[in-house]
C-alpha cells in the first residue's frame, strides 16, 4: 500500500515532538492532520491502478493501521496497485523460506521512498542496490510504526507492503550484504 505522504510535523502518542522535511501544511503545533493516500500490492492480474472506495474493510483496516503508530495524519483515499507478476514472485519466494527455513512469517511493513522510484517499485519491486543511505547498512528499510518511517523520509511516497520475514541478523551502518 504506498501512501502519499503530506505534512509530518506533529506530536506523536509517544509524547515526542517530529517534523520530517515535508513541505508545511502548517506549524508543528497546530491540530490539523498532515493527509495521506495509501496504496497496495495484491492481485495477480498484470499492474492496474485503482481506487479502493473508502467504505471498504480494507481501507478500514489499512486505516486503524497508520493511526495506531500515527494518530495525527490526515487519509485523504486508498489507492491500489495491482501487479500480478510481482505476487506470483512473492508466493514462490515465500515457498522457498518455508522449504529453506521452515518458517516464514508474513508482515504488512511501511517503507518511504522518493517519489522517482515509486513506478520502479510497482513494477519491478524493491531493489536494495538503489538505495543511497541506511541506519542499519545496504538494504531496504521497512517500519511498523507508520510515523517513524514517515519521518525518516526525505520525500513524500511511502508503501505499507507485505513483508516475508524468516531469518533475521542485526544490523549496523556499514553493513554491506546480509
Not at 52 to 77: D, G, H, L, W, Y
Not at 98 to 125: A, D, M, P
Not at 146 to 174: D, F, M, P, W
Request: glycine content about 6%; proline content about 3%; overall charge positive.
Amino acid at each position: 500500500m504506498d501512501y502519499h505522504l503530506g505534512s509530518c510535523s506533529s506530536t506523536s502518542s509517544k509524547g515526542r515532538t517530529s517534523t520530517s522535511r515535508f513541505p508545511s501544511a502548517g506549524s508543528a503545533s497546530s491540530r490539523t492532520r498532515p493527509e495521506i493516500s495509501v496504496v497496495k500490492n495484491l492481485s495477480m492480474e498484470p499492474l492496474v491502478e485503482r481506487l479502493v472506495e473508502a467504505n471498504s474493510k480494507e481501507t478500514k483496516r489499512v486505516r486503524k493501521m497508520i493511526f495506531k503508530t500515527f494518530p495525527m495524519v490526515q487519509i485523504r483515499k486508498v489507492d491500489r496497485i495491482e501487479n500480478g507478476f510481482l505476487k506470483a514472485m512473492y508466493l514462490l519466494k515465500k515457498d522457498e523460506y518455508l522449504s529453506r527455513y521452515e518458517t516464514v512469517e508474513e508482515k504488512e511493513l511501511f517503507h518511504v521512498t522518493g517519489v522517482n522510484n515509486v513506478k520502479s517499485i510497482t513494477n519491478n519491486n524493491f531493489d536494495w542496490r538503489r538505495v543511497s543511505r541506511g541506519l542499519f547498512g545496504k538494504g531496504t528499510s521497512f517500519s511498523d510504526d507508520a510515523e517513524y518511517a514517515n519521518c525518516h523520509a526525505n520525500h513524500n511516497i511511502g508503501s505499507c507492503t507485505k513483508v516475508l520475514v524468516s531469518k533475521q541478523i542485526g544490523g549496523r551502518k556499514n553493513l554491506k550484504i546480509p
